[in-house]
């Protein structure tokens, strides 16, 4: 190592004296400031410090390493920027949309992005046939400014969905054994037939019928070079043109209608990833399109469930214009997804939300207000207004009418005198001067219409002259009447503008009001509903359930043409659309985790700048402790922090033992009384089944209990029956997982709090070494700082459990898939006169006999994950304290390095390393920029929808028809780019 050796007279190279308090690296950053600002620009400052620290770690950490070679003390310090930086976390949030086909969905999430359609959409028929996922766009490249990957289903899956083509193609051959007398034919065969051709030709051309299909096989059909070529491969789509990009993806997204040459791959796709540029979608928010359609297709169901099981916040989205009653607002949310969503915890106000689409479609105000007396009653005056003001139109209509044939008229006398002047002229010798048209203008000198310059002659010349006067007096009369006419007309344009202007206030007045009140009846009804369920769980409402009222057409054309020319009936401001409500929930949503994430992060950073301080700012080779008390002492502090370990690994078993008993007595006492309850209830679910026709309930009997039928109805037996058992059990399990273990979870970060405020207490008392109590107190302080460590730690090791309670209860749908199997297999194999009535019979007969132990089958397989994870808690628990304990390792390991002398310190001499000054130096660099980076606050980038102070009032006299527009096949970007690039 290349040192050199100097006497230092230079107080400010001199070790920090004994005592002294050691500054901070970087003194009071804007993310430690900012706790009283704003939620959002609190976030907004923390993540982009964090994003600074990021950046200075990877490059604190290359200084580190060029420097390795001269400073073998650097080691540890890089070891520990490692740990850090594998410790953050990257933030993204699933964001789900349900619902039925045609809800609106796509078009709800192009509102959101901003980009209008980028998914396709149509009010006719239902788009999106595979799941769509929708995430930021990182890439720079103008040329990738759209991006997406589109994921085709494997060689096997697509094997496995051609033989169940096969198999599907046979069954009406036997149609004849299969159905009942009096029965009709097996429709729903036949139907599912006609879609699995459809679908057949749009993948195969040339396969034009059954006939043709049978002349083949799956394995040829494996061998087409075009279809073999893309199976199991992900294909990118880049583009710098939306309109580009949104044409190469459909072909990918939409069913189509089977014939459309662009829809030649839906069918072997399943599922399509979209990278945009969206302020929306920056902060980790990644939106998920699952569509209503989906068909039985194995992986994209899988996908479809995939997703829905790791969704974050769920979107229910249902169509306005169907109505929301006291009798149907339960159905909205359809009760095998509300049960999942109880059980996983994630029926509560933040992870849940409505969202009413089409409130700008198809709405008949009076045919409402008949409906509300209220709403006619409030709104007379207005009626009697509209009454008015179309009675008075007509009248200026007919005036306007009246006057336009009046200037007519004057319009052709003044062309016959043209004429006829022009032909008096020509007699008598003048210049043609063609033929005088009206012209509202003024008379200037050189209009020469008389004929005061003509000579005088005698005879028929002279009459001619006095002929050609009277003509010109009459025209010079008719221009006059013209001239009239047209300050007429255009009073009649005003007046008419003015009356056209005041009958559409008054209708988007009572327009705004019946769409507000559909709105408020609609979310009553929800709300309602939603505090029922809660109830019902034992829970009591933490807040009212999101509920929006959406018009994303119209929000998109505001979003179009900005500023006051615009308006829509019905929404006087964008506000009014609602989609600025829904996004700004949704980014509320994120905020409280983004914050603990980047707060981790910066409390990490802060941690390893403030221990490496005392070693970065020292030149010298000799400290304040000797070898001798470091020997002694070193062993002393070790045995302390096996204690600790100790302590901490009783605690996690204490845990462990206190939430297994929990899951015993407050769970799984219930679980024998639930299975006996259900069983009874099985009975009359089974009954339900048998109300469809007897072709449907056959094909579900083959399917095993889980089938869309011709209709896109989804018919999920296995899961109904499930919904019997956990409903006595859904109460007891949202107590036990989610508000008991929570309580666990802080008791424990409560306890480990003061196990490590003991462990620093007793560890850094300054009489041990007097010398060293400035480094103590370092080490105190740092010792403490793990406290966040742990509530960091414990929040990671619950989200892990989190995650397995709600895998398990998803366990017993296949589990009673599986007990059920004999059943089903039995029924389908059933044929002939009255098989309906045995097949129904027999499910009848299962019920009654072993529905219980069907019960306990299926119960049985959630408990078995449930104990697995029991089981596995004091190890979950010691992924935590082991970091914990590991950071207090490396501290105390730092503490002695620094604060050691080593050998006797019997020389005065001062030992400087050039080496070390130069490591200072150019570690310095990236600290001072840290510290800029850190000295000031930043402006949230994402603005509120009401921050907008482009809104203008109700009164202005243009509004934009929804039900009329021209415009909707323009192109266009909410940005001030060409969106093509040109």
């Not at 769509?132 to 589109?150: G, H, I, Q, T, W």
């Not at 509920?547 to 929000?555: E, M, W």
């Not at 590991?886 to 080496?915: P, Y």
Request: proline letters at 3%.
């Amino acid at each position: 190592m290349d040192e050199y050796e100097s006497e230092n007279e230079d107080a400010q190279n001199r070790p920090t004296p004994a005592g002294d308090q050691i500054e901070s690296l970087i003194l009071d950053p804007a993310w430690k400031r900012c706790e009283n600002v704003d939620r959002k620009k609190r976030v907004s400052i923390k993540e982009q410090a964090s994003r600074n620290a990021h950046s200075a770690m990877i490059n604190l950490r290359k200084t580190l390493q060029n420097h390795l070679s001269q400073n073998f003390s650097c080691k540890p310090r890089i070891e520990k920027i490692d740990t850090i930086l594998n410790r953050k976390k990257e933030y993204q949030i699933l964001v789900g949309f349900l619902g039925v086909t045609g809800a609106g969905k796509s078009t709800l999430i192009n509102a959101l992005i901003g980009y209008e359609r980028l998914l396709p959409a149509s009010a006719e028929r239902a788009c999106t046939a595979v799941v769509v996922e929708l995430s930021y766009n990182k890439s720079n490249d103008p040329a990738e400014r759209y991006r997406a990957e589109v994921w085709y289903v494997t060689a096997d899956e697509w094997r496995e969905e051609l033989a169940q083509i096969f198999v599907d193609e046979q069954q009406p051959q036997d149609a004849e054994q299969e159905e009942d007398d009096g029965e009709e034919a097996d429709k729903e065969s036949r139907d599912m037939r006609k879609q699995i051709l459809d679908k057949v030709k749009i993948v195969y051309p040339k396969i034009r019928s059954f006939e043709a299909l049978r002349s083949t096989s799956v394995d040829k059909l494996l061998e087409y070079p075009a279809v073999g070529a893309i199976l199991g491969t992900k294909h990118e789509i880049k583009s710098h043109s939306k309109t580009q990009f949104s044409e190469m993806i459909r072909g990918h997204i939409d069913s189509g209608n089977g014939d459309d040459a662009s829809s030649n791959y839906w069918p072997l796709v399943k599922l399509v990833k979209v990278f945009v540029k969206s302020d929306f979608l920056e902060h980790g928010i990644t939106l998920v399109d699952l569509p209503g359609n989906l068909d039985n297709n194995a992986a994209r169901s899988a996908i479809a469930e995939k997703y829905q099981k790791q969704l974050a916040v769920t979107c229910i989205v249902a169509d306005a214009r169907r109505g929301i009653s006291e009798k149907n607002a339960h159905d909205l949310l359809e009760k095998i997804t509300k049960r999942d969503l109880q059980l996983d915890g994630l029926y509560n106000s933040e992870s849940l939300c409505f969202i009413l689409s089409q409130t700008d479609r198809d709405f008949d105000i009076l045919e409402y207000t008949q409906g509300y007396p209220e709403l006619t009653k409030k709104y007379a005056e207005d009626y009697k207004s509209m009454q008015s003001f179309t009675s008075r139109l007509g009248e200026v209509e007919r005036e306007q009418r009246a006057a336009a044939a009046v200037d007519r008229a004057n319009k052709k006398q003044a062309r016959d005198l043209g004429i006829q002047m022009q032909q008096l002229r020509q007699s008598l010798g003048m210049p043609s001067r063609g033929i005088p048209m009206p012209q509202n203008r003024k008379r200037g000198a050189e209009d020469t219409d008389s004929i005061s310059g003509i000579s005088l002659a005698t005879g028929p010349h002279l009459a001619l002259r006095n002929e050609l006067a009277q003509k010109e007096k009459q025209l010079s009369d008719t221009k006059a009447k013209i001239k009239g006419d047209v300050k007429k007309l255009l009073s009649f344009s005003r007046r008419l503008e003015g009356i056209q202007s005041s009958i559409f206030h008054t209708k988007s007045r009572i327009r705004t009001a019946c769409i507000k009140n559909r709105n408020d009846v609609s979310t009553a009804f929800i709300q309602r509903d939603y505090e029922d369920t809660l109830q019902q769980m034992g829970r009591e409402s933490t807040g009212p359930l999101q509920i929006f009222c959406v018009a994303s057409r119209v929000y998109l054309q505001y979003m179009k043409i900005k500023g006051p020319s615009i308006k829509h009936p019905g929404f006087p401001n964008r506000a009014d659309t609602q989609i600025g409500a829904l996004r700004d929930w949704l980014v509320g949503t994120t905020f409280d985790t983004r914050e603990r994430y980047a707060q981790a992060f910066l409390e990490d950073v802060e941690n390893f700048l403030d221990s490496v301080t005392p070693w970065i700012n020292d030149k010298y080779g000799d400290l304040k402790m000797s070898a001798e008390i470091r020997e002694v002492w070193e062993p002393l502090v070790e045995a302390k922090l096996g204690e600790l370990q100790q302590k901490f690994s009783q605690l996690s078993l204490d845990t462990a033992n206190t939430m297994k008993d929990l899951v015993q007595t407050k769970l799984y006492s219930k679980v024998p009384n639930a299975e006996q309850s259900a069983g009874v209830q099985a009975k009359k679910t089974v009954e339900t089944w048998g109300t469809m026709h007897w072709s449907t309930h056959k094909r579900i009997n083959r399917a095993h209990g889980h089938w869309k039928d011709s209709k896109r109805k989804q018919h999920k037996w296995n899961a109904e029956l499930v919904v019997d058992l956990t409903t006595p059990l859904v109460r007891h399990w949202d107590k036990t997982f989610f508000r008991e273990f929570p309580k666990q979870q802080t008791l424990y970060v409560q306890q480990g709090d003061l196990l490590i405020a003991s462990f620093a207490e007793t560890t850094t008392d300054n009489d041990i070494c007097p010398d060293v109590s400035d480094g103590l107190g370092i080490l105190k302080d740092h010792i403490l700082r793990t406290q966040n460590l742990l509530k960091h730690q414990l929040i990671h090791c619950f989200e892990e459990i989190t995650k397995v309670v709600r895998k398990s209860h998803k366990c017993a749908v296949p589990a009673v898939k599986e007990f059920l199997i004999p059943m089903y297999d039995k029924c389908s194999a059933e044929g002939g006169s009255g098989h309906y009535a045995r097949n129904r019979l027999t499910h009848r007969s299962v019920m009654k006999k072993n529905g219980v132990q069907m019960y306990r089958h299926g119960f049985k397989a959630v408990q078995t994950a449930l104990d697995e994870m029991l089981e596995g808690l004091p190890a979950t628990f010691a992924t935590g304290y082991n970091a914990v304990l590991a950071e207090i390792r490396d501290e105390i390991q730092l503490f002695f390095e620094q604060n050691s002398a080593n050998g006797s310190r019997t020389s005065a001499r001062k030992v400087v390393s050039l080496a070390k000054v130069n490591l200072q130096k150019d570690f310095m660099v990236h600290i001072n920029t840290l510290a800029a980076d850190w000295s000031s606050e930043v402006a949230a980038r994402y603005q509120r929808e009401d921050e907008d102070d482009d809104e203008p009032g109700f009164d202005d006299a243009e509004f934009f028809d929804t039900e009329k527009n021209d415009a909707q096949d323009e192109d266009y970007e909410f940005d001030d780019e060409d969106e093509d690039g040109c």
